[in-house]
């Protein structure tokens, strides 16, 4: 069964790195979102792809964030001079285009991260 | 106002009961309504989607949808303690509005032995 997956799991870092997180989607989806979620939070839209275009960004995400999905498969999240505020579960997620079935998405297993 | 509101609860019910868990959305032209479960530690599952006002039935889970009042439920029937977990609610605009699908922060179900 190929879902969508996730990696690394888990990352820890230090305060002022780069982490960058990588999503593989379901293989005939072509829409691709990341979230991100905190304790005791549902899950918070950052960005979605359809295809290679990223259609939608968050008017929360900062500019040390960055997402890509230069061929439309797989995607990268860049987190740039991290902050302990971006401790989260990062979860990548896919949806078919496809009218009947109401853009239902799907998740990976989650990225943690801990900023220290 | 939230654009997809739950009671975070905790909502404790026995072993057996119905449980009932609401969302309210604030965004009247959305059309596609999902319900996730979510254990502790892991990432958000599906359980049902919903699309047309009124009831969606599935084994002991029960979507209803109510477009106008801008609620969707879900019931749980026969609540087993495996159904302790957090429920999410989640709406998308679909269409020319969009394909950003939001989440409410959940509703925590208990479910006692």
């Known amino acids: 069964d190929t879902g969508v997956s996730q990696d690394p799991r888990h990352k820890i870092t230090k305060r002022g790195q780069n982490v960058t997180f990588r999503c593989d989607p379901i293989?005939?989806?072509?829409?691709l979102y990341w979230y991100r979620q905190t304790l005791g939070q549902g899950p918070e839209f950052l960005t979605y792809?359809?295809?290679?275009?990223?259609?939608?960004k968050s008017r929360l995400l900062s500019d040390r964030f960055s997402a890509e999905r230069p061929k439309g498969s797989f995607s990268t999240l860049e987190i740039q001079r991290t902050e302990q505020g971006d401790s989260a579960m990062y979860l990548c997620?896919?949806?078919?285009?496809?009218?009947?079935?109401?853009?239902?998405?799907?998740f990976g297993e989650g990225s943690w991260l801990t900023v220290v | 106002q939230k654009e997809v509101e739950q009671n975070s609860g905790p909502l404790s019910v026995p072993e057996g009961a119905i449980a009932s868990l609401n969302c309210t959305y604030s965004d009247r032209v959305s059309q596609s309504f999902f319900w996730y479960r979510q254990y502790s530690g892991k990432s958000p599952e599906l359980i049902m989607s919903?699309?047309?006002?009124g009831d969606k039935e599935d084994g002991r889970f029960t979507a209803q949808l109510n477009k106008a009042s801008q609620y969707v439920s879900l019931l749980i029937r026969d609540s087993q303690p495996s159904d302790s977990a957090t429920y999410l609610c989640a709406v998308n605009r679909g269409g020319a509005g969009g394909f950003k699908t939001i989440f409410g922060a959940g509703t925590r179900l208990f479910v006692k032995a």
């Open positions: 997620a896919s949806s078919l285009r496809n009218s009947s079935s109401g853009n239902t998405i799907y």
């Open positions: 919903i699309y047309s006002n």
């Open positions: 792809f359809q295809n290679e275009a990223q259609l939608e």
């Open positions: 293989s005939e989806h072509n829409r």
